[in-house]
């Protein structure tokens, strides 16, 4: 039997990364399971990537004032609801699954309504003393509107067991009605990243052949780099160089962070040159660095699933976690990585145990991929789901 489902979230930007891209990933494989999918987002209708995707993207944006906010959601969905069996809110906290709830109780009460909160319900998020006026934010939009959304729709889906369990510690009068893990899977490569090998290599001249950890990902306070960098200064004598990539070296943390680094090239007992900040990595380039490091790293201090550690686990590379990405016990379970806590002993303690030796039964982390994180795994467990939950 088919099924229609419509995915509703802030953006579809391939900037995003992350829930955008496992949108796109999961496309073809859920159609192979009879679910036809379309996507309304509050992306602007002028927006230039648009037109690119093999399903219908609905921008009904632009959003505005920090929650997607855009006046056309209501109108558009009251309208176009009842042409689909289900609806899924892709995060929290935003508008559009407000407007979701709204117009489906009032024009498509047959429609089955889901969220997959994508690590949104994390306590992490209440608990972290930077985040203090948001977390009053939280909480009086968790009192006012979202706690009507997720107790009130058909379940809640989650990446992860971890994800799941901590979601229940975060606000009072958290009730849904059904829970299910459905895991977040994405494509392996299959491009020929060859090629762009050089081109890598060329953009970090001081790399030369040399091995490299690699960290993959946004410039954050949240990612823990500032460990990460510290942690390998403490190891002068490594043979691995540390290679960090992403966007956001131009923020405030970003800058910190670069001056840490200037700070252990000047340090001769630091093995000079050790570790290089890159730039945004994409395409046959992304794939060429994950493929050719000896190991990925994300010492996070809050990662609900980690798109970067599932890629490298597609390239057939161990990765080295902290304990606080949800994901960790499952590819620590299958003997595809390493897991320490988010501290600086902790980390310094990924990159020695590796150094050491890590030693990963063949084939462990490419089943430990196929089995957890696999597109065709998790577009299943998702079909399944959203025909079975009531």
């Avoid at 955008?20 to 996507?39: D, M, P, T």
């Avoid at 680094?261 to 290089?276: G, M, S």
């Avoid at 988010?342 to 089995?371: I, M, N």
Wanted: hydrophobic share 40%; with cysteine; proline share 8%.
């Amino acid at each position: 039997m088919r099924m229609k489902l419509l995915r509703v979230l802030g953006s579809m930007d391939p900037r995003t990364g992350g829930v955008a891209q496992a949108i796109r990933s999961l496309h073809g494989s859920l159609k192979k399971f009879g679910i036809e999918c379309e996507v309304a987002t509050s992306d602007s209708p002028e927006a230039g990537w648009l037109g690119r995707d093999p399903f219908p993207i609905h921008p009904l944006g632009p959003g505005r004032f920090g929650y997607a906010y855009s006046p056309r959601w209501l109108p558009w969905l009251s309208k176009n609801l009842p042409r689909f069996d289900a609806v899924l809110l892709d995060g929290l906290w935003q508008w559009p699954g407000l407007a979701a709830r709204v117009a489906r109780s009032r024009h498509a009460p047959a429609t089955k309504l889901f969220a997959m909160p994508h690590g949104m319900l994390d306590p992490w998020f209440q608990r972290d003393p930077q985040r203090r006026w948001k977390a009053i934010r939280n909480f009086a939009y968790w009192t006012l509107v979202e706690r009507s959304t997720v107790n009130g729709c058909n379940g809640l889906f989650f990446t992860c067991d971890e994800e799941r369990r901590l979601a229940r510690t975060t606000f009072p009068g958290y009730k849904p009605r059904a829970e299910s893990t459905v895991g977040l899977g994405i494509e392996a490569p299959v491009t020929d990243s060859t090629p762009a090998s050089a081109t890598f290599r060329d953009s970090i001249p001081s790399l030369g052949q040399s091995p490299y950890i690699l960290y993959l990902g946004r410039i954050d306070r949240k990612k823990g780099l500032d460990l990460l960098i510290r942690a390998r200064m403490e190891i002068p004598n490594s043979r691995y160089h540390l290679v960090i990539a992403g966007p956001g070296w131009d923020s405030p943390h970003g800058r910190d962070l670069m001056n840490l680094i200037q700070e252990a090239t000047r340090r001769r007992d630091a093995a000079p040159a050790f570790i290089h900040a890159a730039n945004l990595l994409e395409g046959p380039v992304k794939w060429a660095a994950l493929r050719e490091c000896a190991a990925f790293i994300l010492p996070s201090h809050q990662e609900n699933f980690g798109l970067a550690v599932v890629e490298a686990l597609a390239c057939d590379r161990p990765v080295l976690l902290s304990d606080k990405v949800n994901i960790a016990p499952e590819i620590a379970a299958e003997g595809a990585g390493l897991v320490e806590p988010d501290t600086l002993k902790g980390t310094r303690r990924l990159l020695e145990r590796f150094e050491s030796g890590f030693a990963r039964p063949q084939g462990k982390v490419r089943d430990c991929y196929q089995r957890h994180f696999s597109v065709e795994s998790s577009a299943e467990r998702l079909a399944s789901a959203l025909r079975t939950l009531p």
